[in-house]
């Protein structure tokens, strides 16, 4: 017999907004974003700034003209990282079973910590969460995953909305389809041509039009919208510091073009691991070996953490410039991602499928050329330097047998 359970989705509310502000009483009340300073879009909004239109994504020209007195804030990812490690130590204290999915949200599994009724827990969290940090948060209780967090993002900001056992169909039947897991900009305009706005449709509908519809998701999908979703919590384990790579040539080397398409490759399959642990890198290290054997290393950040190679690429050439100050053969060089975070853009957006910004694109395009390559092998997707690379090594020139590197630590 499977025991109801009981899932708490915990939401903070325009995180990065609400930590600056947190932080500095002087942004109390005020409309600010956080964001513009590279992409030049915001990427977090106060809700005071939302009362004026400004959104997540959108173009802080644009945001400016909307919402003159707009005060807008450099992103601080070691400051929304600290906030967010408090906030989850909150979480801690109700149970180990906690899955932090990003920077701001994550899962609790309360159905084992039945020494309280789980409603009253919720209550105690966003109450400590709004009087130690004060920032707050938006809560979901049901007895899925997918309900709960649906549930957290109805009703935002500082709300507590709870689905109860038996409830799941009917909460979910007349919510717009693009709640629904994996439907966004692309799926929504499907479904609304072929009639289907709520969720209760997609659940009645054949399986056999669906499919026609979604594809092959369109089992999973199905299932979602009838309330079922058995995925339990995962609780996290600790995340890597850092993650390296490092190649000792079969003969010292010269060649510059060389040696950074090796530190190119490098980057890519550092940046898949990345994704795959769901994680976001600011620091880059290149390191190399002189034929002497002394080494040397130079750092770089990027300004937001990436998960994306794209972003590493133009600190590899500066970087082995800098490293590499004597004209004299190299023996071995590394790569290292370091000041890893969970996080990613302010993923505020993503069930609900609104229109997502490029780095979200950016992000799933990374992901999509990643599972071909899990599907299809690793040549199914080759840069420019791969390619390179091959030919080169198979002239025999600069060959060498990539060596793992010292892993996690
Ligand atoms: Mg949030």
Redesign the pocket.
């Known amino acids: 017999m499977n025991q109801i359970r009981s899932i708490l989705h915990l939401?903070?509310?325009?995180?990065y907004a609400s930590v600056e502000q947190a932080a500095d009483s002087r942004l109390r009340g005020k409309a600010i974003a956080v964001g513009g300073t590279r992409r030049g879009v915001v990427s977090s909004a106060s809700y005071e700034a939302r009362a004026m239109g400004v959104r997540t994504a959108m173009p802080t020209t644009k945001a400016k003209k909307l919402c003159p007195e707009l005060i807008l804030i450099p992103g601080d990812f070691e400051k929304y990282e600290r906030f967010s490690q408090l906030m989850f130590a909150y979480a801690y204290d109700l149970t180990p079973q906690v899955e932090i999915c990003?920077i701001?949200?994550g899962y609790l599994d309360l159905t084992e910590a039945a020494h309280e009724n789980p409603r009253d827990s919720a209550t105690r969290l966003s109450q400590l969460v709004r009087e130690n940090l004060k920032i707050t948060?938006?809560q979901g209780l049901a007895t899925t995953k997918f309900c709960s967090a649906v549930a957290s993002?109805l009703k935002?900001p500082n709300h507590f909305l709870e689905v109860s056992p038996g409830s799941e169909f009917t909460f979910l039947s007349p919510l717009p389809t693009r709640w629904l897991p994996g439907v966004g900009t692309r799926t929504e305009p499907l479904f609304l041509q072929a009639g289907l706005q709520q969720i209760r449709q997609v659940a009645e509908m054949s399986i056999h039009d669906l499919e026609r519809l979604v594809g092959s998701s369109a089992q999973s999908l199905q299932v979602f919208a009838r309330g079922i979703d058995p995925r339990p919590v995962i609780p996290a384990t600790p995340a890597p510091k850092s993650m390296g790579e490092q190649e000792t040539f079969d003969a010292d080397t010269h060649d510059e073009g060389f040696i950074l398409a090796v530190l190119r490759t490098m980057t890519d399959r550092l940046c898949r691991r990345l994704r795959e642990e769901g994680l976001a890198a600011r620091t880059l290290t290149v390191r190399i070996r002189y034929r002497n054997m002394e080494d040397m290393a130079r750092s770089d950040s990027l300004q937001d953490p990436s998960p994306l190679e794209n972003d590493f690429y133009p600190l590899l050439a500066p970087l082995l410039k800098r490293t590499w100050a004597r004209s004299e053969s190299l023996r071995l060089v590394g790569v290292r991602l370091s000041n890893l975070h969970s996080a990613l853009p302010?993923?505020?957006l993503a069930l609900t499928g609104l229109p997502q910004k490029s780095a979200a694109e950016r992000l799933q395009l990374a992901e999509a050329s990643d599972h071909l390559r899990r599907r299809y092998g690793k040549s199914a997707i080759l840069r420019g330097h791969d390619l390179w690379l091959r030919k080169k090594r198979s002239d025999g020139e600069g060959g060498c047998d990539p060596l793992p590197g010292p892993g996690k630590n």
């Open positions: 939401d903070a509310d325009a995180f990003s701001d949200e948060i938006s993002k935002k302010e993923p505020e």
